[in-house]
């Protein structure tokens, strides 16, 4: 059973335009959500993360938006270009040994 | 930078065979985490070791075994391979116990296909 839902699972983009990927978790005793980006035949690499107390983080393009009330958590890219085009993942982790819950994934296309 | 190092990154094999996936972490890293990723499938945690002691079990096969050994390296044993275990293997490593006090950093990963 999917620990963190993800969604929607495919998202296509416009150069320029904003892309949003929503997540949303019912274990409360998860304490650190990091997103991931992971291009075609890669492995993941960490984009940015955010910690339960903090309602949101910006780096560069990327902002998270962190409800805790509502357990859930968003991931927007501004300015979308056809690189960031690859497959996204919200994970949560619930303890100090770090296993990480992944969402499903959002494959995103931003075309030219 | 140093990264994440697996090998073989591919690897095929017959049904009832066994392999070994071998990682090396980032220089300095004691942790060290193995994922399983099924076609178009999200990660899923197998097992995860700290300064060479399993320090967490997921949803890892009874045929499958892992140890980290001295020099922190793993290796990931994988027997009686089944259809099923067809999948890219990620190996990550952290500074330190991870999760919310340290980034993980994946590996490029070893596609194993079982046939």
């Known amino acids: 059973q999917q620990q963190v839902k993800q969604s929607p699972q495919s998202l296509i983009v416009q150069k320029g335009g904003i892309s949003i990927i929503n997540c949303a978790y019912e274990?409360?005793?998860?304490?650190?959500f990091p997103w991931y980006q992971q291009f075609p035949g890669k492995g993941p690499a960490l984009l940015i993360a955010?910690?339960?107390?903090?309602s949101e983080k910006k780096e560069g393009r990327f902002t998270i938006s962190f409800n805790k009330s509502a357990k859930q958590f968003s991931l927007h890219i501004m300015d979308s270009q056809p690189g960031d085009s690859a497959t996204y993942f919200c994970?949560?982790?619930?303890?100090?040994?770090?296993?990480?819950?992944f969402g499903a994934g959002t494959q995103v296309v931003v075309t030219p | 930078a140093a990264g994440v190092i697996q090998s073989p990154r591919h690897l095929i094999k017959e049904k009832r065979e066994t392999a070994t996936l071998k990682c090396y972490p980032i220089?300095?890293?004691?942790?060290v985490y193995w994922y399983q990723q099924g076609p178009g499938q999200d990660p899923q945690f197998l097992i995860s070791?700290?300064?060479?002691?399993?320090?967490d079990k997921g949803s890892i096969p009874d045929r499958f075994s892992a140890q980290q050994f001295s020099d922190y390296h793993s290796e990931l044993n994988m027997s009686s391979l089944e259809l099923g275990d067809s999948a890219l293997y990620f190996c990550?490593?952290?500074?330190?116990?991870?999760?919310?006090?340290?980034?993980?950093?994946f590996g490029p990963g070893t596609r194993l296909t079982v046939l």
């Open positions: 990550a490593s952290s500074p330190g116990r991870g999760g919310s006090y340290n980034e993980q950093f």
């Open positions: 220089p300095r890293h004691d942790t």
């Open positions: 955010i910690r339960p107390d903090v």
């Open positions: 274990n409360t005793a998860f304490d650190y």
């Open positions: 994970a949560a982790t619930t303890d100090s040994w770090g296993k990480l819950q």
């Open positions: 070791f700290y300064e060479k002691m399993q320090s």
